[in-house]
């Protein structure tokens, strides 16, 4: 009687022209990777990084043009309202797409996002005052809710043993995304100087100088809104009255009083989802959420003061870099993360698990900062090489500590709640990646006029202060407040009966 009621069940589970219910059944019967899917999601992701850190390299130059500024020290401040505007707008709405993938699916936002990015980042490119620049900006990142419900769905569309590789791709696109996008801006900016033989000063290029780089990212974008028409729903949405039918019609092939019952309960569980559940008493999700931003305000502060400390003068204790050489570095940087994230992160989380996977980055790279102050004292091939070894190793670390903490965040959650809890985690990483590139330019600016200080002189204090917000973090890896979501909690997320 139990294996006939099991096997109701299982087959009353999945619903015609429900691409949610494929999933769950390839997922049960096929244990292999999801690559097509990882591409896609890889490319959306792609598409979602690209416009948020392309504008920095010519962004001083977008602002001169404009002439807001008074004085030519007063560009920077006008430029850092518009760098924030994305991050302003993405803190505000990120909680409210994630809510609306969780009633309505993941697919509708990702392709809303998508469709954004292709509009108001063409739009930001055909700018032609400050007051464009800035809403563009800030409708850009308002509307453009992919990344919390991307995470998501990279966690639904395979089996738990592969969500650290979903994971993994996610925050290897996003990352590549912040690389390649200042590359992109930097190379494709001013086309009519730096190519006067491919663009006139009268063409649209030469009148609107920074729209090239944007229009090449909006096609790439555009790209990924058709293959998002190719992305399966992985929300669960099924009609009243097809429950209600399907549950009669099983309960007929097996006229038995223990059927009825079963079915009535899953009714139940379909009408009444754990969503209910509020997402704030969740601890295991919420101090996972608040140790992912202490990592995300040290990686923001991190990567601006990388920047701003390779370009400054040897003086000010800096590597007198130009742009194309820290470009250089990046780029190398972030092939290194996407080889280390696609071959050996899942293996590694395998066996330590993505807590210790956290901890054990945050601890190798509290001496890793430190030794930055001396990198500056090398020179020539040496200094190459170390340094993009240390950025390597750096960036691999913060990658794999981000990733552990995304896997642990949506374990600790049931489907239904997956997008408002990325909602949740975008809205706070947010804010704090807003603080984080201020904070961390005005405490390089701080530390440069102490250069003969007694107690951590110049860039010393930097990379210390680094150090202190890694190692809160590490701390806040431990019980009692980081707490793991149970084993029948993570396993039900992708168990195929809880549907």
């Known amino acids: 009687m139990e294996e006939n009621t099991e096997a109701l069940i299982k087959k009353q589970d999945y619903h015609e022209n429900c691409e949610a219910c494929e999933i769950e059944k390839l997922k049960e019967s096929n244990n292999g990777i999801p690559f097509r899917l990882f591409f896609?999601?890889?490319?959306?992701?792609?598409?979602?990084?690209?416009?948020?850190?392309?504008?920095?390299?010519?962004?001083?130059?977008m602002i001169?043009?404009?002439?807001?500024?008074?004085?030519?020290?007063?560009?920077?401040?006008?430029?850092?309202?518009v760098g924030s505007s994305f991050m302003?707008?993405?803190?505000?709405?990120?909680?409210?797409?994630?809510?609306?993938?969780?009633?309505?699916?993941?697919?509708?936002?990702?392709?809303?996002?998508?469709?954004?990015?292709?509009?108001?980042n063409t739009l930001f490119g055909l700018s032609v005052n400050y007051w464009m620049a800035i809403s563009t900006r800030f409708l850009l990142g308002s509307l453009c809710g992919i990344l919390g419900p991307m995470r998501a769905y990279a966690s639904e569309i395979c089996r738990k043993e592969h969500q650290a590789l979903g994971m993994s791709v996610i925050?290897?696109?996003?990352?590549?995304?912040?690389?390649?996008?200042?590359?992109?801006?930097?190379?494709?900016?001013?086309?009519?100087?730096?190519?006067?033989?491919?663009?006139?000063?009268?063409?649209?290029?030469?009148?609107?100088?920074?729209?090239?780089?944007?229009?090449?990212?909006?096609?790439?974008?555009?790209?990924?809104?058709?293959?998002s028409f190719w992305l399966?729903?992985?929300?669960?949405?099924?009609?009243?009255?097809?429950?209600?039918?399907?549950?009669?019609?099983?309960?007929?092939?097996?006229?038995?009083y223990e059927?009825?019952?079963?079915?009535?309960?899953?009714?139940?569980?379909?009408?009444?989802?754990?969503?209910?559940?509020?997402?704030l008493n969740n601890w295991p999700l919420m101090s996972a959420i608040m140790v992912y931003c202490i990592f995300q305000l040290h990686d923001m502060a991190y990567s601006e003061i990388f920047s701003l400390w390779a370009v400054s003068p040897?003086?000010?204790?800096?590597?007198?870099?130009?742009?194309?050489?820290?470009?250089?570095?990046?780029?190398?940087?972030?092939?290194?993360?996407?080889?280390?994230?696609?071959?050996?992160?899942?293996?590694?989380?395998?066996?330590?698990?993505?807590?210790?996977?956290?901890?054990?980055?945050?601890?190798?790279?509290?001496?890793?900062?430190?030794?930055?102050?001396?990198i500056a004292s090398l020179s020539g091939l040496i200094l190459l090489l170390v340094l993009n070894f240390a950025s390597m190793l750096k960036n691999v670390l913060s990658i794999s500590i981000t990733t552990g903490?995304?896997?642990?965040?949506?374990?600790?959650?049931?489907?239904?709640?997956?997008?408002?809890?990325?909602?949740?985690?975008?809205?706070?990483?947010?804010?704090?990646?807003?603080?984080?590139?201020?904070?961390?330019?005005?405490?390089?600016?701080?530390?440069?006029l102490r250069q003969n200080a007694d107690f951590l002189p110049g860039v010393h204090m930097v990379f210390f202060m680094l150090n202190v917000v890694e190692f809160v973090g590490l701390i806040f890896t431990f019980r009692p407040f980081l707490a793991l979501p149970q084993d029948e909690i993570s396993d039900s997320v992708l168990d195929p009966e809880s549907h």
């Open 259 to 279: 059927s009825i019952q079963s079915q009535k309960m899953k009714v139940s569980k379909l009408r009444s989802p754990v969503s209910q559940r509020n997402l």
């Open 64 to 81: 001169r043009d404009f002439h807001i500024a008074k004085r030519e020290e007063d560009i920077s401040s006008y430029a850092g309202y």
């Open 405 to 448: 903490l995304l896997v642990i965040q949506n374990r600790a959650v049931s489907q239904e709640q997956r997008g408002a809890a990325n909602g949740i985690s975008m809205t706070a990483m947010s804010l704090c990646k807003a603080i984080g590139p201020a904070a961390g330019g005005s405490l390089l600016s701080w530390a440069q």
């Open 88 to 120: 302003f707008g993405r803190a505000l709405t990120s909680l409210l797409w994630g809510v609306v993938s969780d009633k309505y699916g993941r697919k509708p936002i990702i392709m809303i996002g998508t469709i954004t990015v292709v509009i108001f």
């Open 314 to 374: 040897r003086k000010l204790g800096g590597l007198s870099f130009t742009t194309a050489d820290v470009g250089e570095v990046l780029s190398i940087t972030g092939f290194g993360m996407l080889l280390f994230q696609l071959v050996l992160y899942t293996w590694v989380e395998r066996i330590l698990g993505p807590v210790m996977v956290s901890r054990i980055g945050a601890v190798i790279s509290i001496p890793l900062l430190s030794s930055y102050p001396f």
């Open 40 to 61: 896609y999601v890889w490319i959306v992701t792609l598409a979602a990084a690209l416009p948020i850190s392309s504008l920095f390299p010519f962004l001083y130059f």
């Open 232 to 256: 399966p729903e992985t929300i669960h949405i099924h009609s009243d009255e097809s429950i209600a039918r399907g549950s009669s019609k099983a309960a007929l092939e097996d006229n038995t």
């Open 171 to 227: 925050g290897t696109s996003w990352g590549i995304g912040l690389v390649i996008g200042p590359a992109v801006g930097g190379f494709l900016a001013q086309p009519a100087e730096k190519y006067p033989h491919i663009f006139s000063k009268e063409s649209l290029f030469g009148r609107f100088p920074y729209f090239l780089p944007c229009l090449v990212i909006s096609a790439f974008a555009l790209v990924a809104f058709i293959i």
